[in-house]
């Protein structure tokens, strides 16, 4: 059904994938080559000129596949009322969501395989290759990271139990994600000490560490260890959203505003 | 236009009124563009970390760029966005009637009627930073300069309206819900960069087809550098006719609106 209604408007649909996803990497495109002309260097940072372009290709798709659907969806159901049915079904409110969630997520999914294939196809000398490995990791990844953004998103849109309007927080969420994630610049270029901060947070696992498995190779233990950490903050976030659920639903009142 | 003026002032009064009922929405819009201005500044701070100029500018000129797209974005938020969001949608669902009746112009009427009085903090604090980064900067900056850098970031704001409704607009012929809203805001990103690093035919595309480098770059470089005069005339020249090509578009759309809900 996510799907369907995804592919409602085809055209548009088609037409707004295609170009956010040409003008995200046009506009980082003249950036750092505008950066690297100034420079005079091959290397920056780790980063050539042609790695930072399949870099910020491929960041959008992954930023897209993490947030699903389903963003607003749980506040709508608040403010209009239509909550009620759920609490009426016979099944898990949190539970219908996050599949919902998902099927939005798979989309996107298979965009990023077209997208990678198409480069691998066209590419004189791609910069990664694919492998068995690499597509289970990045798979278990992703699946990981869309629960862990869930569950960070229902956080601001449980909030909807107490305010009226919720809209920008999960802005604020979504921003933050993007920024101390390296969808607007790879890690490896914030300082030393940004990053210590940085790590003890869940951002980095969000974004930086799936595409660390497209473009890198990454250790069985590093994989471990990171999706151990994303696992402890999908746990914390959703230990906050069944407090929220619990004192809110009692809140709730069932006739929207 | 005495009638249109009183008819503003209408909009402003319930728009005020209206923000006040939600005030927690109120205060997370304020902490949402706070964020969003820090996360601007952080990106080009990080950028400076490894380059010492972006474009010919050096950071204190960078941060003069940086608020003149932010006070853009600012303004246009305030003024223009809760509209641009809701006109897709009237065309869309067949509301548009209900406005096709009224006795004033019903792009004017549907372009202004919500003002978004809960950003209305957040252009304060844009103005602000404009006003702190312009009286932090290092060079000299004329007084005349400054006020006609002010009136161009006015008609970025009017630019960078004009430029989303040529989006927006499409949904009278792809009836889709939102028209290609998403799109833009993808390639109003390229405002958010300095023209000078877009070369080639990219370059003349950001300048006269989808003019985001007239929008804020433009200005601040005219308020920064000598003989810049020049500018002037290609700022007025595209935004006089993307006015003109809204309206034709307009009225193209209005003949193929069936008035029916997709």
């Not at chain 2, 303004?75 to 065309?91: A, G």
């Not at chain 2, 809960?118 to 400054?146: H, M, Q, R």
Request: hydrophobic residues 55%.
């Amino acid at each position: 059904m996510e799907l369907r209604r995804t592919l409602t408007y085809r055209a548009d649909f088609w037409v707004n994938f295609i170009g956010q996803t040409l003008f995200s990497i046009v506009i980082a495109y003249f950036l750092w080559s505008s950066i690297f002309e100034t420079l005079n260097v091959q290397t920056l940072n780790g980063f050539t000129m042609e790695r930072m372009i399949v870099y910020y290709l491929l960041v959008p798709l992954v930023f897209r596949i993490q947030q699903g659907q389903t963003i607003g969806s749980i506040s709508r159901e608040i403010y209009e009322g239509s909550l009620n049915k759920f609490l009426l079904y016979p099944i898990n409110f949190y539970g219908f969501k996050i599949i919902t969630h998902f099927a939005g997520a798979v989309f996107y999914y298979a965009q990023i395989f077209v997208i990678i294939g198409l480069y691998q196809v066209f590419a004189d000398n791609p910069i990664f290759e694919m492998s068995f490995l690499k597509l289970f990791y990045f798979t278990i990844a992703m699946l990981g990271i869309s629960i862990a953004y869930f569950c960070l998103n229902s956080l601001s849109e449980l909030v909807a139990f107490w305010a009226d309007y919720i809209w920008s927080l999960g802005v604020i969420i979504r921003f933050a994600v993007s920024f101390m994630g390296g969808a607007l610049i790879p890690l490896s270029f914030f300082p030393e000490w940004s990053m210590k901060i940085l790590n003890l947070t869940p951002f980095p696992y969000m974004i930086s560490f799936p595409m660390k498995i497209l473009l890198e190779e990454v250790a069985l233990k590093e994989f471990f260890l990171n999706m151990t950490i994303l696992a402890l903050w999908t746990l914390v976030f959703l230990f906050f959203s069944r407090v929220l659920w619990n004192k809110g639903r009692y809140r709730y009142t069932g006739v929207g505003i | 236009m005495s009638r249109y003026l009183k008819l503003y002032a209408h909009f402003l009064r319930f728009s005020f009124s209206k923000a006040m009922e939600f005030r927690v929405d109120f205060f997370f819009r304020v902490v949402m563009d706070i964020f969003f201005y820090a996360v601007q500044f952080a990106f080009f701070h990080i950028i400076y970390l490894h380059t010492p100029i972006l474009a010919g500018w050096d950071i204190e000129q960078m941060r003069v760029f940086i608020v003149s797209y932010i006070f853009i974005d600012a303004l246009h938020m305030t003024v223009f966005s809760t509209n641009c969001w809701w006109l897709p949608i009237y065309i869309n669902r067949g509301d548009l009637d209900y406005y096709l009746v009224k006795p004033v112009s019903t792009l004017f009427f549907l372009s202004l009627k919500d003002f978004a009085a809960n950003s209305f903090l957040n252009l304060v604090i844009a103005g602000s930073l404009l006003v702190w980064v312009l009286t932090n900067y290092p060079g000299p900056l004329e007084p005349i300069k400054i006020f006609v850098y002010i009136l161009l970031l006015l008609n970025g704001t009017f630019l960078f309206f004009l430029t989303n409704l040529i989006f927006l607009l499409a949904v009278f012929w792809t009836q889709s819900p939102r028209g290609y809203g998403d799109l833009f805001f993808s390639v109003s990103h390229v405002m958010e960069r300095p023209d000078r690093i877009y070369k080639g035919i990219a370059r003349k595309v950001f300048v006269f087809i989808l003019p985001f480098a007239l929008m804020a770059s433009y200005p601040a470089k005219f308020l920064m550098e000598e003989n810049q005069w020049h500018l002037l005339g290609v700022i007025f020249g595209v935004t006089t006719c993307f006015f003109l090509l809204v309206q034709v578009i307009w009225r193209l759309g209005l003949r193929n609106y069936s008035s029916a809900s997709s």
